[in-house]
């Protein structure tokens, strides 16, 4: 592999994709207005073990952000597309400058028995000499995240 293979590689997109029992109106929901019920915040936030919560303001322009637990905020990034139950785009940088935000935008499709949720991550050139390790991070973190989502779907806290 030459050089240039090796960094569109690093630079590729991270691409998820999981599959919910629930319509596609409770998975929207679930991900955006009830992210706190299911977001991994001991493992994937700025505070860790002090983070409280973490919202997505349901519009344009509204705040992705989590909360201490004394109160405090720390901004993740901002909603660029606010499409419901289809998509939502937000801008993601948590601990960081805003000048290093990538984009993730997440689809919701209707399927046979619910809904496909397909995540892609974009934007690692912004991260300079960090990227790759970044981009290796996300690879994995998102995993794990996802799989947490996927969790409280199947817990019955929502229906489809």
Known sequence: MNKTQVDQNILAPVVKS?????????????FTEKINQ?????????W???????????????????VNLDGLQSDWGVVRE???PH???????????PATAQQVEVLFQPEA?????????????????????????????WNGVL????????SGGVEL
Not at 38 to 46: A, F, I, M, R
Not at 147 to 154: G, L
Request: with cysteine; hydrophobic share 35%.
């Open 82 to 84: 606010w499409e419901p």
């Open 113 to 141: 028995n619910g809904t496909r949720v397909t995540l892609t991550h974009t934007g690692w050139e912004l991260l300079g000499e960090n990227a790759s390790k970044m981009r290796d991070n996300y690879e994995q973190g």
């Open 38 to 46: 299911w977001w991994p915040l001991k493992t994937h936030s700025v």
């Open 87 to 97: 998509k939502v785009v937000f801008s993601f940088n948590p601990g960081r400058s």
């Open 48 to 66: 860790g073990n002090d983070a409280m919560s973490c919202h997505i303001e349901g519009w344009v322009g509204g705040r992705f952000y989590e």
């Open 18 to 30: 999981v599959s919910v029992r629930l319509s596609i109106e409770a998975a929207f929901s679930l």
């Open 147 to 154: 799989n947490q989502y996927v969790i409280c779907t199947a």
